[in-house]
């Protein structure tokens, strides 16, 4: 995997996790829509993490 792919997957996960948000901003209530923000962007950074230790590793 190369950076391109790597940042065109991140750039893909934050677009998705911003629809998300918003979708649920107008259905729920703002606190569990922020909620929902929130859940999003760790998922986002726990994939961000785990993307580039799996690249580390593939590189030895």
Not at 27 to 35: D, E, Q, T
Not at 39 to 60: D, E, P, R, T, Y
């Amino acid at each position: 995997m190369n950076k391109k792919t790597i940042s065109r997957i991140l750039i893909v996960l934050i677009v998705i996790t911003i629809i998300a948000a918003v979708i649920c901003y107008l259905v729920m209530p703002p606190w569990k829509a922020f909620y929902m923000a929130c859940c999003g962007g760790v998922i986002v950074v726990n994939f961000l993490i785990s993307l580039l230790l799996v690249h580390k590793n593939f590189k030895k």
